[in-house]
């Protein structure tokens, strides 16, 4: 490409420079658009952090720290958020197992409720950490991004921002793209290698040793039978306490523990077929229903008959089909 | 006096327009028959022929030639030989003698007269010429007159060298008065080699002149001059079908020596009856006004099978279907009256002769109508027998033995389809071609005959004909014994065709062109290694038997002894699969009694080459039977645990390798890679104690694993080892894990567990209205996947497994299929399901032939089912109740409507299949919540198996096979070609190389570092199992991360080489925040857009928007690093 434009909106353009691969030796360039971050929900860092998107695949935090310590230095890169990860915290339910697990009603309750009963930091951790412990091990070194995804970078501060933005402009001046490759030579962590060795690994991670399988599905049941309770109590606190208004919520749950669902199904089961013997006994008692049984067969032949014709217009207008073929 | 006339209108009231609709509704009968008589008629509509438009200039050419004729001087009688050099000299015209052509010394006279009579008889005067017929022809009968003839002509040929003389004398005045108008050559009626007639073929440039581009209806037509002798001249009774009228060398003139020559006599009497029978059908015409509808129909039908009547195309044609209809209208019923009523429709007509084609046989019973009852039984044996007696011929003359009883068998197959109220009756009946050798037989032979000596024959039908018969009755007895059991359904015998040659040549009957022989397994009897023939007994009729049997067999034949004590005359193959059986045989057979076809290049066989490019063997049946047997085992296992909390319900099988379907038979105990287990679900009774929360049922599932497969282990603690293995799972409410259970023995087992609970909890999710859209979505998603796993998955190996054992075919033509989807890289888009369900398809609903009997024809017809599919109308629905009633179909159809009309651009449901277990059709063609095949690949399968279809269809025979799995990589984009030997060293990892391990061991990288200590060194040496194939793995990760811009495709499991292509919707585009795929700026500079903020996310304040392309060098690197060592060179298209 002979020019590249220094920006595209409002983002600025930052050319990486890929090392040509024996696979595929050619020299790429690829294109990382990158802005002030201006999240619609603004949070504490958006002033020190930058907004990229069309982040390659194979991104890791390494990759990032090296792309942006070779335009303005070491020390200035603090970490990286990526589409995928932020989602996740957007939506708790998704990553937390045990939000996922807690019955519908009881998370309904812990939602109204837990408002009431601010929890300090400490238990906040503390939950934290538990729910660590009842997660499944991961079965992939690293993962991938999809292509064209976007991601977050945090700075050092707020002049950070802005050295970065004027190092991009220089790129274009001088074309010394950042190269592309995880920072391998320098001393950042080690990035886990992509191809056979990474597939290999997920196939080991995919069998993890039974202690901690067993580990882990026992925290993950304490914690579920706690939650369960918790819920539990609530509900039955509910149950006795009017609110401001002076209601009681109706919640699940009575005096009585609910019918098991096999009997319920079984209740059902003979219910429906009382109603069928009932229906049974009366279908063709009357001469009226005769009739009607008629005309609705006589209705149903010429509704068949309609069809088939216009079956056959639709197929007129095919027309391929009516000629044997050859 | 107000309320009555009110009450007796209600009583009375005549018919209005809805009522008379329904009348004629309900008098056609059910839906499924109006439907095919309106099909019908619609095809009669599209295949008539305008014939003023079609064939103009038909009748001037055909005035012009009568007067021709009428013109020649007439002369007197001359000695033969004589004439007809004198004929050659002066005219330049050879006179087309039938074989042998008389002596020299011939002393019979040749004398030319003007015909007695011309007509225009056939096709043309009865107007039921189709479209689509091969030849278009017109044909005119000249009747030699009486004074010429004499009434001994009929005996040695004398009439037809003074037909052929007449001819030739015609032939030359047509050609003087035609000039170059027309293009005059000689051709056999019917490829009879006795009636030699000339055809006219108009020079269409002369004749059409500057207008013949604006004249599309007009066809390419001949007419065809048909010299016949009078009606009645020569007395029938001498032409009966034992008389013996050619005898050459013999002195004596009693009739009663000499073998008799039935085709001889059936000629000369055909000879005579023009006449009568254009009269005939003229009045039958007259009779039935559906007659000539039933006529086109009845062409039509025949047409498709490759019958017509011609003596190579089994001389059984639209004349004789014609004539048989009207018998049958006359006559042939009980107690003397018509056997059809002349009220009957066009429709019906068809449908009753189909019934009576499917219930007689003529080869092997003779079937005589009209009044009088000659006894012709014994003439059974020489030719197939339909009698008309009241023209005393025998309609079925031309045709042989085999052509009879193929015309039986589709008949047959014709009716069971007609009978068929779900089916669609109509394709397979009248659209469908269905005479392809490779589709109909699963052996096809090709015998040159040329070194067989000349065996002297009284058939007239040329010395093919009589090899034909012959190799046709030794086969016959060869494989179709009652008392062995019938290794062959049908034996088709295809002598070559007979065409048109110039008028100054000889005609080409009497040279040796190989003939074809088809031949139709009975795949179980074929399969047999072993004949059992007659025992050995002491009794004279036993010794007669045996003395017989092994007159035919010769030294083939050896005495056994077999279980209870019987001594039998058995004959010992050594072959191991039908084919190769038959092709034994055969080569025995046709060696022994002909004394060729030992050669491979006197014999060629054709319709092996199929499965020996899977080298599908009859061992691997056995195989997947000891698959079978392991499973059998593990279920033992498992179910003998008594500690397990739940009894277990069930555990089912839900891999093709456990129902007879996988390309590969498994194997087990392989070295090359870690065990890769056989998939299978296990189920316990209900209860009420799984937590009520999904992702608490997922973790209970691992706990109920791990109890499992400790449990086992200390059950057998040396036979078993057990791992338990994460699922690649994004959410906590999917399945999270399965356990695996190896045996020391090989076998390896993939259990994964079942809990109702799941369902319900799901089917509420689904439901919950107050849910979030995308909790819906995902829920709708995860109760398709787990219907899919648990409840369709099982009853799909079940019900597949009952259909290998029902058809012995089904099992190889399956594992072909899967190789061609394998071949062409389709296979990563379709489901193992589908693809065998579209082969059962071919099985289940086999019209217009019965369910395949080889791996061949399953194959091709699987192919060609696939090609006509049109998927975007019409779903695929598999009758596996063998009851679906006519309802659910409709249920089905309806569906399939619903579907396109909320998806019409099939974003979510392209391929639509149900079967009676799983109506909604959609299990086997969506695959988390996303269609696969998508509608591109769908329509590519589709391409594909259309030129595969046609290739099959051009290439005939010759075709080489292999050129059908041949993928075009050309087509792709880029080729992304993977390490093989990366791939190989992927199916091995271990659990216990130590950390430390990992730098010691730098020449092999991939040994990578663990943290657990607890095995022991020895069990550190068995591979763990493969979770999934890491090249599927692989692909898997690249099409989620490039699922807009590429599209991916790759085949089976070792396929290394993955083509890609771009997705033509990813064009230059707007810049915005998250476009699926990595792009680039655009070259040409920025261009303001009117529209272009329509799609932003409101990122872009300014109104215009940039451009941007998509960067495919950079997305290629991209998959080159994620690759690394395993992808070993990116090919680019045009690079």
Redesign the interface.
Known sequence: ??S??ST????A?LPLS?P??P??P?H????L?VRRNAPKMPTATDARSLFL??V???STESHLRAVFTTLVGAGRFEGATFEDERKDAYSQG?QS??D????AHAAKLLQAHGKKRKREDEAAAERAREEEAAR??S?WTRP???????AVVLLADEKSVEQVLKAIAKTHKTKKYPAWGGGSGSGGLKIP???????????????????T??AS?DA??TL?ARREQEAAEIAKRLRNEPDEDGFVTVTRGGRSAPA???EAEEAKRKMLAKQEKKKEELTNFYRFQLRERKKEE?AE??R??D???K??EA??VK?G?????? | MDSAPAKRRKLDHAPDGAELALESAASTGVSRSRAFVLEAEELLDSVRLDYATALEGADGLLHRTKNAIEAIKPHDALPIVQAASKLEKRHKIKVPFPNPPPPENSNYKVAFAKPSQFNVVGSYVSKTMVKTQKGHGVDMVIVLPEEILQEKDYLDLRYFYKRAYYLATVTAAVRKELGGDAQLSYEHLNGNPLCPILAIQPTSTEAEGTTKTDKKGVLDFRIRILPSAPDGFFPKSKLHLGASLVRKGADDDSTATGEPTTFYNSTLVAEGAFFPYLKFLRQAEKKCGGFRNACILGRLWLQQRGFGGDISQGGFGHFEWAVLLALLLQGGGSKGGAALSSSLSSTQLFKALIQFLSVTNFAEKSCVLGAGNPDLESYVESTPILYDSARQLNIAFKMGPWSAALLHQHAKWTRSLLANPTADQFSPTFIFKADVPSLSFDLIAKLDIDSVSTTTGADYRGFTWQVGQKVYRTLRRALVDEEMGQRARLIHIQPPSSGTWSLTEESDAGTRAPIEIGILFDPTNMARTVDRGPSAGPSAEEKAECEEFRRFWGDKSELRRFERDTIRETLIWASTTPFGLCEEIMRYIIGRHLRIGQLDDELTVYGDALPSILALKPADTTLFNAAKNAFGTFERDIRGLEELPLRVRQIAPICPELRHASIKPPTFGSSKSGPQPLECVISFEASGKWPESLAAIQRTKIAFLQMIGSLLKTNKPDEIKTHIGLEDAQHETENLAFLDVIYETGPAFRLRVHSDLEEILLERQVKDKAAEQYLRQRATTLLATFRRLYSNLPLHNQYITTCTTRFPALSPTTRLIKHWFNAHKLSYHFTQEFMELATLHVFLSPHPWDAPTSPSTGFIRTLLFLSHWDWRSEPLVLDTSGEMPNSERTAIATRLEAWRKIDPNMNHTVLFVATAQEPSGTAWTTLNGQAKPSKVVAARMSSLAKSASRLIRDAGLELDYRRLFVPSLKDYDALIHLNPKALKSMLKTYSTIHPEDDDNEENDPNRRATKFKNLDVHTGLDPLPLAQHPADLFLEHLSTAYSGPLVFFRGGADDTTIGAIWNPQVQRRAFRINLLGSYKPAAGKQRNRVKGGEDEDGDDQEGESELVDINKEGILAEIARIGADLVEKIEVKGA
Do not use: C
Request: charged letters at 20%; hydrophobic letters at 40%; glycine letters at 4%.
């Open positions: 490409m002979p590249t434009p595209i909106g409002d983002f353009i890929i040509p691969l696979a595929f050619q790429a360039i690829h294109y658009y998107t069309n390659p695949v194979d998704a197992p045990i996922a697990a807690q019955p499944l091990p079965t991938l991004r999809r292509s064209g995804s976007t290698p992509l191809g056979s060795v990474w597939l290999k690994t997920h196939n080991r991670l995919s069998y993890p040793d039974s202690a399988l067993q599905v993950f049941s579920f098991s669902r096999n006589q032949l010429l068949r008959f069809d088939d014709r079956k056959l197929m007129r027309r089909k009516f000629v044997p073929e050859a």
